[in-house]
């Protein structure tokens, strides 16, 4: 289900706990991210996945023309995913706030990400949860992605 900030609050309260949370882009939906998606599932009862907005994704510095798909074809796409429980977009350069609302039991994000350097974690071991760095699937990301299909273009 893809939730809007307003229903939120709503939308939480019928989450089954322990209540995992993530984020990132999911810009070209690849293996690594599904396998990643349902790891961090297992680890709770319900995962909720944070999508940056196409103008956030747009300031981290992933490159011209991204992302390539809008945040309503990336939101749908990753809402379809079985391990997926909730989807909800947000603007800001990172998920703090969003972090703070969803109030997570577990917060998680991929091995490239120290757990002690993810965005939230103090927020979130602070109120007794947990934080987890997961491993990546190796060579499975959408920059290489992109990489491998520019490769065959030019």
């Known amino acids: 289900m893809i939730v809007k900030e307003p229903d939120l609050d709503e939308a939480l309260a019928s989450l089954p706990r322990p209540l995992v949370f ?8 690849h293996v690594g991210h599904v396998r990643y998606l349902e790891q ?3 680890l709770g009862a319900a995962l909720v996945v944070g999508v940056n907005t196409d103008r956030s994704v747009s300031g ?6 991204r992302p390539f798909n809008s945040l309503e074809d990336r939101s ?3 809402a379809s995913l079985a391990c997926v429980d909730l989807v909800v977009p947000f603007d800001e350069p990172t998920p703090r706030r969003l972090i703070e ?3 997570p039991d ?3 994000k991929g091995g490239d990400w120290k757990p002690d350097a993810i965005v939230g974690a103090d927020w979130v071991t602070g109120r007794g949860g947990t934080v987890r760095s997961l491993p ?3 060579d499975r990301s959408t920059t290489r992605l ?8 030019d």
Do not use: Q
């Open 22 to 29: 993530t984020n990132g882009c999911f810009d070209i939906l």
């Open 40 to 42: 961090a599932r297992r």
């Open 60 to 65: 981290l510095g992933k490159g011209a023309g």
């Open 76 to 78: 749908e796409v990753l």
């Open 101 to 103: 609302r969803v109030a």
């Open 106 to 108: 577990i917060l998680v």
């Open 136 to 138: 990546l699937t190796p």
């Open 146 to 153: 992109v990489e491998r299909i520019r490769a065959t273009v």
